[in-house]
């Protein structure tokens, strides 16, 4: 019977590729049942539809005696149809369920007749035919599902190789012939393990086991893995390999879905180097120090030591000999730093010019040797493009506690880190071993940063002037301003116990704004003694001369007091004129070019060198104290005054000495022809009031200036200190 012979509505496309099979079945219940129709229907309910058809009734219209049908559970239905197309008056159906060795429904065999034979004879032939309907539809099913499994199997997404009983390749898809190169031919009967070179394999012995056909429990656990195939260049690809067993009455093997992920895999490998290398150095970055430091806590290492290491002055280099110079004297002090190294230690570059040296299983005084000998491994000069580079380097080393095995490994870097701080703070090319007292460091620091803030805020500094007096005419030819902080617990506070602190707050640049403009008009208020204007000094923090607001701020402090621009002169450190860029210097000298003065503080206590008396427009140059306190009993102090005195006065610089208290050392240094002195022989640092009472007391003769001597106060003196 052809498609032609079915009604309209048959679908013939059942999935089961139904055919002579099934036209042959229902012809043959016709002719032993001797009824007009026979058919075969798949489906439930309104989905029901025939795969094959001899004269019956559409499909369509007869949800109800198939659900009858299917009600049954296996037992004869018969019942009369109503006269309509392809049903002539009188006819009857009877059917029977058809279902699977499971008991799952498969459809239903009917036939249609205008007189059916009786019950037992139709409900046996029924039976029998149902039986071979059955079988055929099992047999079209399971053929259905094997072309469904072939195209999937064929599809590109995935290589599949199935192995036959003796563990040789059956099977390979499209996907798994251009995986390997080769045809379907050629890897058909081929052993399964030429594929897989075992020397390729990232362990030889599980690659055996899951590649054998007869799984044992071993092999059978193995879900996945990743095998090699030989690759373009010596090379070898990765591929994902997971296995599924096969077994029928006769025979048995595997299957294999093999995916190639090496390209992923190269990815996810940069990524990670990416994440935890830096790529400058090759070294580990912060991420794999700590991945690393992770790795020997897990392994049970109880003692760890880590070191951060800081090179000293490094910006120097970038900004002398240039930024790619730079990056090779990095790469090379990560070189040199990774050689020193015991083994066992771990290099990493944390950022910038700061490093990592972790330790396992030494104690403190082994790593400090080690530590040293990396720092002596830095030190060696670098010859680079002809520029010779020196390297010092700071370093800071924290030690794992004993008694602390779950300690947090940030908390070992963050005490790593409060050594290194001590380290730079001691000077250049230090080493500290941290201890418990730093951390309070910190805290006491932190906590003096908040009350500088609030200091700020609230309005709690005050000025205070020290007198500055000619050594030849005993004058008062100026005042030095003095910052006191009025603290609301502990009281009026000198600027040793926060001034450092100050510094390096980010309110420097606003209270060293509000000095600027304090101090000149209090000074704008001062009278001339003996017909000369009286000059204020000013110290400058090093923020205001490098944010590049220092010449608006001395404008604005100028013009809203009236002051002059030559009673002005602003005092400079070696901090700021040790900067190795010109910014400092040419701030400074369109300053100097309005009339401004510029002195040089505490001249001689540091590195500053003579080049920068040149460098610098300065005006004057200021003795420390601590020259000037001892010159009398030690020669060496006596010579380094005697020396910046001279070399001075030949750069035609004048010259102020701090810290003069007896007239010893005011004799000896006008003796000197040293200009200028300030000190507690004269008077101790003043609040403004107590210094308008010392210039209306001032006489010209030196010898009767007023002098600060025991037992004589002046107001507002309660705070001494030496300026």
């Known amino acids: 019977m052809s498609a032609d012979d079915l009604p309209p509505d048959v679908d013939t496309d059942t999935g089961t590729a139904g055919g002579a099979e099934f036209d042959d079945l229902i012809a043959l219940a016709s002719d032993l049942l001797g009824v007009r129709g026979a058919g075969i229907a798949v489906g439930r309910g309104a989905r029901a539809r025939w795969i094959a058809a001899l004269r019956m009734p559409a499909a369509t219209g007869l949800e109800a005696e198939f659900a009858a049908v299917d009600a049954t559970a296996g037992a004869l239905h018969v019942a009369a149809l109503e006269a309509g197309a392809n049903a002539a008056p009188g006819s009857s159906l009877a059917g029977i369920a058809l279902s699977d060795h499971t008991g799952q429904p498969l459809g239903t065999l009917c036939v249609v007749g205008d007189a059916l034979p009786p019950a037992d004879t139709l409900e046996r032939g029924l039976r029998r035919l149902g039986r071979l309907a059955t079988r055929l539809l099992e047999r079209h099913q399971l053929q259905r599902r094997n072309r469904i499994a072939s195209q999937i199997m064929q599809a590109d997404f995935s290589a599949v190789v199935v192995t036959d009983d003796d563990g040789r390749i059956a099977f390979a898809n499209r996907a798994a012939q251009r995986m390997f190169g080769r045809g379907a031919r050629a890897m058909r009967g081929m052993p399964l393990d030429v594929l897989f070179p075992a020397h390729l394999q990232p362990d030889a012995g599980i690659a055996a086991r899951f590649l054998q056909s007869h799984a044992d429990a071993s092999a059978a656990a193995i879900e996945s893995v990743h095998l090699r195939i030989p690759g373009a260049d010596d090379t ?72 951060l290491v800081d090179l000293d002055h490094f910006k120097a280099i970038n900004d002398t000999v240039g930024h790619a110079i730079g990056d090779r ?142 050594l030849v005419t005993g004058r008062t030819v100026g005042a030095e301003a003095l910052l006191r902080w009025r603290h609301p617990r502990r009281g009026l506070l000198a600027p040793v116990d926060f001034i450092d602190a100050l510094a390096a707050s980010p309110a420097a640049a606003e209270v060293g704004g509000w000095i600027l403009r304090q101090a000149c008009a209090d000074a704008a208020r001062w009278p001339q003694v003996d017909g000369c204007d009286v000059a204020i000094s000013i110290n400058l923090f090093p923020v205001q001369v490098n944010d590049g607001r220092l010449q608006a701020e001395v404008d604005r402090a100028l013009n809203d007091s009236g002051l002059a621009p030559h009673r002005l002169e602003l005092e400079i450190t070696e901090s700021i004129a040790l900067r190795p860029d010109d910014h400092a210097a040419l701030a400074l000298a369109a300053l100097r070019a309005r009339g401004i003065g510029l002195a040089f503080d505490d001249f001689g206590t540091g590195f500053a060198s003579l080049s920068l008396l040149q460098r610098f427009p300065i005006d004057r140059v200021k003795i420390d104290r601590s020259f000037v306190r001892d010159m009398l009993a030690n020669r060496d102090d006596a010579a380094i005054v005697r020396s910046i005195v001279l070399i001075s006065r030949n750069l035609d610089l004048r010259v102020v000495a701090e810290g003069v208290e007896h007239d010893d050392q005011a004799q000896l240094l006008r003796g000197l022809g040293c200009h200028g002195a300030q000190g507690f022989l004269y008077a101790p640092a003043l609040d403004a009031a107590a210094f308008d009472l010392w210039l209306a007391r001032h006489f010209r003769n030196p010898a009767d200036a007023p002098v600060a001597t025991p037992g004589i106060t002046m107001p507002g003196a309660q705070v001494h200190d030496h300026g």
Not at 260 to 287: M, S
Not at 372 to 392: I, K, N, S, Y
Request: glycine share 8%; charged share 30%.
């Open 236 to 307: 070898y690809r990765t591929l994902e390999a997971a296995r599924c067993s096969w077994r029928l009455a006769r025979g048995q093997g595997i299957a294999l879905i093999l995916r190639d992920i090496t390209d992923r895999l190269q990815q996810e490998d940069r990524l990670r180097r990416i994440a935890l290398f830096d790529p400058l150095t090759g070294l580990p970055n912060r991420n794999g120090l700590t991945e690393a430091l992770d790795r020997l806590q897990a392994g049970g290492e109880s003692r760890i030591g880590l070191a």
């Open 329 to 470: 004297v990095l790469r090379r002090a990560a070189a040199r730093l990774r050689r020193a190294l015991p083994a066992g230690a771990i290099a990493a570059r944390l950022g910038g010019d700061e490093f990592a040296l972790a330790f396992s299983g030494l104690d403190v005084e082994q790593a400090g040797v080690a530590l040293a000998r990396a720092l002596d491994a830095l030190a060696r000069p670098l010859l680079l493009d002809g520029h010779h580079v020196h390297l010092e380097a700071s370093a800071g080393l924290a030690m794992s506690r004993r008694d602390h095995d779950d300690e947090a490994l940030h908390d070992l870097l963050a005490r790593a880190d409060l050594a290194l701080y001590k380290a730079k703070g001691d000077g250049h090319r230090q080493v500290a071993v941290f201890e418990p007292a730093m951390r309070d460091e910190v805290i006491a620091r932190r906590q003096l940063d908040l009350e500088l803030r609030q200091a700020c805020a609230r309005g709690e500094f005050e000025l205070h002037y020290q007198p500055q007096v000619d």
